[in-house]
């Protein structure tokens, strides 16, 4: 059993000391780039808080057995936040030791960053941070991601490794350790596991305008969706301009099969919250749902807006940290007029309006003629001539 131990930590140091030895200043410091936001996968007593029993630390298991002169231990002496922190001490080149964290899961394709914050006392030749993807049966896959550690001394500084998960790769582990070619002191505190994941935009479309009385449909859709799951969605409008009808899964966000769909409306909060079933998701731009909305009598501009803090689910979340969480709210403006044909917005519907429909006769509906389109039929025709006339004569 010592020969078999002492094999293992021969063949780990060997793959440690393979690395370059760095400083901390050739590891660039992870930051979100646009469009993407920084996930953490939570690592339990990431920060070596919990009570040691019997030797134990809780969450964190050894390669090997410590020696008497290489070896780790929870300590009050140094800790970047809360009062603990992990400390090890090697003063031999031909021992070493090193720490596991819990298994944590991760997804094959996505790189993901570890990092820790590390204390180097002098003399320390060099402390390895490491990270390591394993498959479903805990049979690890690719290649180590580490660094060996020189520098800075006697001050906490932040050490990272990257490494992107292999195809097969069900979870990683995240190490603190000490190869057995280098003497040193060193902390480790505050262990993460993070990872980029490009946000999901939501949209809200509503028409230009909308006329008191006659209902009005507003869409919501999601663009650069990556296995989108489901929704929770925080709607706000003026419910003394709009009142809801209803609420309807589009068909691209059912993508042809069974969806969930619930809503709730109150006092112009309206909640929705929607899902896909079984194992389905979509990804890409899809429209998601259409609300359709009674036009009160009221005139003017009104606004809508998906409320900052609106949740959306990829198909893989397994925890808070999964989810996508909308940063801003997204609007849509309404202008509510008192008739369709009061084309040119004056507040009266009468030659001039006659004038500009009939002028715009076999033209698209589009840009600032769009709401030219009286009875919605995709172009404008003699149809629309008349209703804007029989207007004109009842005024």
Known sequence: MKLLRQGLMICTALILVMATVLTATDVSTASAADGFQTKEIEIPNAGFEEEVVDSVIPGWTPLWAPYPDAYYEVTTDRAYSGKQSVRFKDTTTTKGAILQSPPLPVKPGTEYTASAMMYLEDPTVAATLLLRFFDENNKQVGTDSLFHYRSPKNEWFKGEVKGVAPANAKHAYVYASLSNFFTAVA??????????????NLSLLAPETAVKGKPVTVKVSVYDAQDLYAADLNLSYDPNALKVSSVELDSEFKDGREAFLTWKDQDGKLRIVASQLQNHSISGNKNMLNITFDVLQQSGNTTLAIQRGSLLAPVGAQTDQDLYSLPDDVKARLTIMESGEDLNRDGTVNLVDLLLIGKSVDQKPDGAIKHYDLNGDGS?????VGLVALKVLKN
């Open 187 to 200: 902390y480790y505190d505050d262990f993460k596991l993070t990872y980029e994941q490009k946000d999901m």
């Open 380 to 384: 404008i025709d003699v149809t629309d």
